[in-house]
């Protein structure tokens, strides 16, 4: 008997044992739904299609499905691979030509097509659409979903992803909570590769990408921490959409960047100013900024005496030498970079009080 047939007749008996059996005892077989022959020929290709989540009113829809979809696979013994969307591809035809196993769409944007099948709504906001030929893990997806919505898994990733973040909108209101993103033990893990308070890295996480995974900038840095795919390759990193790969890539970044302050001239709040700008603008930039600096007699372990300086840097006349080599430098973007996630850090200590 091959593997769709399979499936197919055990979906059918355990739905219809729902229906005949008790319903504590209907939790249970939910609970221990086995679902192995799901996508039995290999691993599993996704698409994550539902939009740009770093400015959405309506939550983390992109996190919240790749969390979901390890769990499906996880549960299903099946390796996945998982990617968002890129502008321009047409993910329908993906699905009807095998080039993808399950694209993740808003579920009010459900392709005009019969060769395409949906699942039932993973939230309020999305479902996972396949081929039409592959029934039976649709089937079997449904069925996983049904045993997974209403646990306390499920509540929990939920909650996650559709809770407001906007630290700002939180201190107004006087919240006071244990979390503070949706990525909080992850965070606290590998802020110690910085040696920081995971509230700070938290705080550089929400300025960049406003802890979703799947922005991307112009120049190409991806994910969380907004890194460039070169960098990511320099610390062996491959796959930027996943939360821990990118934070292990942003935080050895930081952490290589911070080494070049490591003198005693810089006090531990210099040391994370410079870090922070380096990180925003570049590491020849700023070594160029405190090299004028020097050239001026201002204190160039101050950041302070760094910002005053920059209206100098970008003036026209403002050219290449032997001191500066990077040319005139507007500055703007860094200074407000650094100070807004030193104020974010502010507004995450006082909602999060107990490091």
Same mark, same amino acid.
């Given at each position: 008997?091959?593997s769709?047939?399979?499936?197919?007749?055990r979906?059918?008996?355990?739905?219809?044992l729902? *229906?005949?059996?008790?319903?504590g005892?209907?939790?249970? $077989?939910?609970e221990?739904?086995?679902?192995?022959y799901? *996508?039995?020929?290999?691993?599993?290709?996704?698409?994550?299609?539902?939009? /740009?989540d770093?400015?959405?009113?309506?939550g983390?829809?992109?996190?919240?499905?790749?969390?979901?979809?390890?769990?499906? %696979?996880?549960?299903?013994?099946?390796?996945i691979?998982?990617?968002?969307?890129?502008? &321009?591809?047409?993910?329908? +035809?993906?699905?009807?030509?095998g080039?993808?196993?399950?694209l993740?769409?808003?579920?009010?944007?459900?392709?005009?097509?019969?060769?395409?099948?949906?699942?039932? =709504?993973?939230?309020?906001?999305?479902?996972?659409f $396949?081929? %039409?030929?592959r029934?039976?893990?649709?089937? !079997?997806?449904n069925?996983?979903?049904s045993?997974?919505?209403?646990?306390?898994?499920?509540?929990?990733?939920?909650?996650?992803?559709?809770?407001?973040?906007?630290p700002?909108?939180r201190?107004?209101?006087?919240?006071?909570?244990?979390? #503070?993103?949706?990525?909080?033990?992850?965070?606290?893990?590998?802020?110690?590769?910085?040696?920081?308070?995971?509230?700070? $890295?938290? %705080?550089?996480?929400?300025?960049?990408?406003?802890?979703?995974? =799947?922005?991307?900038?112009?120049? &190409?840095?991806?994910g969380?921490?907004?890194?460039?795919?070169?960098?990511?390759?320099?610390?062996?990193?491959?796959?930027l959409?996943?939360?821990?790969?990118?934070? #292990?890539?942003?935080?050895?970044?930081?952490?290589? #960047?911070?080494?070049?302050?490591?003198?005693?001239?810089?006090? !531990?709040?210099?040391?994370?100013? *410079?870090?922070?700008?380096?990180?925003?603008?570049?590491?020849?930039?700023?070594? /160029?900024?405190?090299?004028?600096?020097?050239?001026?007699?201002? +204190?160039?372990?101050?950041?302070?005496? #760094?910002?005053?300086?920059?209206? /100098?840097?970008?003036?026209y006349? *403002?050219?290449?030498? /032997?001191?500066?080599?990077?040319?005139?430098?507007?500055?703007?973007?860094?200074?407000?970079?650094?100070?807004?996630?030193?104020?974010?850090? !502010?507004?995450?200590c006082?909602?999060?009080?107990e %490091?």
């Amino acid at each position: 008997m091959n593997s769709t047939v399979q499936s197919f007749l055990r979906t059918g008996l355990a739905i219809a044992l729902l *229906f005949v059996i008790p319903s504590g005892e209907r939790e249970l $077989l939910l609970e221990h739904a086995v679902t192995a022959y799901a *996508f039995a020929d290999g691993d599993i290709r996704c698409v994550i299609d539902t939009g /740009d989540d770093m400015y959405s009113g309506t939550g983390l829809k992109t996190g919240f499905n790749y969390e979901l979809l390890r769990e499906y %696979a996880g549960e299903t013994g099946h390796r996945i691979s998982i990617s968002a969307a890129r502008s &321009g591809y047409n993910y329908t +035809d993906s699905l009807g030509n095998g080039s993808i196993d399950i694209l993740v769409r808003l579920s009010a944007d459900t392709p005009d097509s019969p060769v395409i099948l949906k699942s039932r =709504n993973t939230d309020r906001y999305c479902a996972w659409f $396949l081929r %039409a030929d592959r029934n039976a893990e649709m089937k !079997d997806i449904n069925l996983w979903l049904s045993s997974f919505i209403g646990t306390e898994g499920y509540s929990e990733l939920r909650s996650r992803f559709y809770s407001p973040y906007d630290p700002f909108k939180r201190l107004e209101r006087g919240s006071v909570s244990r979390r #503070i993103s949706p990525y909080d033990s992850l965070i606290k893990k590998h802020a110690r590769t910085v040696g920081w308070d995971w509230r700070l $890295l938290a %705080a550089v996480i929400y300025q960049e990408s406003r802890y979703s995974i =799947n922005t991307t900038s112009s120049r &190409g840095a991806t994910g969380l921490m907004q890194v460039l795919p070169s960098t990511a390759g320099y610390y062996g990193i491959t796959d930027l959409m996943d939360p821990e790969q990118n934070l #292990i890539a942003g935080t050895k970044h930081l952490a290589r #960047i911070q080494k070049r302050f490591s003198s005693e001239d810089f006090s !531990d709040e210099e040391r994370i100013n *410079f870090t922070l700008a380096a990180y925003n603008a570049g590491e020849r930039r700023i070594e /160029d900024c405190r090299l004028y600096a020097s050239t001026r007699e201002l +204190d160039s372990t101050k950041w302070e005496e #760094i910002v005053r300086i920059i209206p /100098d840097m970008r003036k026209y006349s *403002f050219e290449y030498n /032997d001191t500066v080599r990077s040319g005139r430098f507007r500055g703007t973007e860094t200074i407000n970079y650094v100070s807004k996630i030193m104020d974010i850090y !502010d507004a995450f200590c006082e909602i999060c009080p107990e %490091a």
